[in-house]
């Protein structure tokens, strides 16, 4: 995969409606409704940058990396409150894995900002706080969103007969899925896997860009709900912990 490689526009997939609609209807969990999961989850709808390997550059919206920075933050305020290690080795591990994503991806893409507004509410309140148990919430949410960035990533390379980007995305969506299981085992789902299928919510990049400016995020300028500015490290933070499968199969 290169650069010179042919970009494909980025289709709205043909999932019928009332497909949707029960694949949302499903997402509730105990915690709330789907209008919790989107204010609570969008926080990590700009992981759809980080598939800008596989969605059309005018279609992503956002630096690979924002969620680095959230979780460098989260890594930072963990060491600062008193985490369970078998918590705080999670987080380390998500930190990891993400920052394989930007290593891979930004070889391809050059991010469009480094600079995010993020809400406070994500952490769990202002400066060095840190619920654990909102903080699952919003991983949780969030990474639902990532799982159907690269379903719609599987599907627009399918279309386009790109089969090794197709499986790319298919790896990406196994890796966050992960996460979100983690994320509801700290918020307390019961089951924390509770899904026999991932959900495909949302069918176009700009229905998840919506998300995430409807939750008071900023791509380079400040969001509506109060947080602050955090800046991309460069270069990122070294992974706290060593994980495997480090690039696409």
């Not at 042919?6 to 209807?25: E, F, K, L, M, S």
């Not at 690979?64 to 918590?87: C, F, H, K, Q």
Request: hydrophobic share 40%; glycine share 10%.
């Amino acid at each position: 995969m290169s650069r010179s490689e042919p970009v494909h526009t980025c289709p709205d997939a043909g999932q019928p409606t009332g497909a949707r609609d029960r694949a949302a209807r499903n997402v509730s969990t105990r915690m709330g409704t789907r209008r919790w999961l989107l204010e609570r989850g969008a926080v990590a709808a700009a992981s759809v940058a980080a598939a800008s390997a596989i969605v059309p550059a005018g279609h992503a919206f956002a630096a690979p990396g924002r969620y680095d920075t959230i979780l460098t933050e989260l890594v930072r305020r963990a060491s600062l409150n008193p985490v369970p290690s078998s918590v705080s080795v999670i987080f380390d591990g998500v930190y990891a894995a993400e920052l394989d994503h930007w290593n891979f991806i930004h070889q391809l893409f050059r991010p469009s900002t480094t600079r995010f507004w993020i809400p406070n509410g994500f952490f769990g309140g202002a400066g060095n706080a840190l619920d654990l148990t909102t903080v699952g919430q919003g991983v949780a949410a969030g990474e639902h969103l990532f799982v159907n960035t690269y379903l719609l990533g599987v599907t627009i390379s399918a279309s386009a007969g790109r089969s090794t980007l197709a499986r790319y995305s298919a790896e990406l969506a196994g890796d966050e899925s992960e996460h979100r299981v983690l994320g509801q085992f700290l918020a307390g789902a019961s089951p924390p896997n509770n899904l026999g299928f991932e959900v495909f919510e949302f069918s176009s990049v700009s229905a998840i860009k919506a998300a995430l400016m409807g939750a008071g995020f900023g791509l380079g300028q400040q969001g509506t709900a109060a947080g602050r500015f955090y800046d991309f490290p460069q270069p990122p933070m070294a992974p706290p912990i060593p994980i495997s499968s480090n690039t696409p199969q």
